[in-house]
């Protein structure tokens, strides 16, 4: 049973605030929560029963640098039950803007700070491509596909992992500064201390913009 990869299933609803202020300065809050709804083991047992799992509720400050720049900082508080973390963020990203679609690239790193687990340090690196479905810039009142393929390294007491996610999404804007997204989250983890776990998260994203 040890051999065998384990899953879980679930969903991961978002709202995020954007904010644009003076000089080149924006603040980004966001709200997310996890709930599982099966787990277990592929093809040996599962596990169909709903277990909330944690909350985050994140503000970042960034700054834009050059023309297509950005570098920021900011500060999660993670809930969950028994848990609370804290998780202090750097990140740089930079998007290049082509003719039908557009790409962005994000570096970061992050610290966790945990009263149940001991310090995590990640590296992150995630590429995103965002293409309209008609025309060649996604405008007001159309759809868009966006999907992204992100690697995260983790060290924990010394000892190193891999995650991979990959999220597909289909996206909406609407005339008022405001787009949802909706797809599937996949992650997988535990490639070189444990078992592979492979995670499918429903993923609900909503954006106000001020």
Do not use: C
């Not at 393929?149 to 891999?162: A, H, K, P, R, W």
């Amino acid at each position: 049973m040890l051999a065998q990869p384990e899953y879980r299933v679930g969903a991961l609803p978002a709202v995020n605030l954007n904010v644009k202020l003076k000089k080149d300065w924006s603040i980004n809050s966001r709200i997310e929560s996890r709930q599982q709804f099966e787990n277990g083991i592929h093809g040996v047992v599962s596990n169909r029963e709903y277990d909330y799992l944690l909350t985050d509720v994140s503000l970042q400050v960034a700054r834009k640098i050059g023309l297509n720049g950005r570098v920021g900082g900011g500060y999660l508080l993670r809930f969950g039950s028994g848990e609370l973390a804290h998780r202090f963020i750097q990140q740089y990203a930079f998007v290049q803007k082509k003719s039908g679609y557009r790409m962005a690239h994000r570096l970061m790193t992050d610290q966790t700070i945990s009263n149940i687990e001991d310090l995590e340090l990640r590296f992150r690196y995630r590429f995103t491509i965002e293409v309209p479905f008609s025309g060649e810039s996604v405008d007001p009142g159309e759809f868009y596909f966006k999907g992204s393929n992100e690697f995260v390294n983790s060290i924990q007491t010394g000892v190193y992992d891999l995650e991979n996610r990959f999220v597909p999404l289909i996206g909406y804007e609407t005339r008022r500064k405001f787009k949802v997204e909706t797809g599937i989250d996949y992650r997988v983890d535990g490639f070189f201390n444990q078992s592979t776990r492979h995670s499918y998260w429903y993923s609900l994203n909503f954006f106000f913009e001020i």
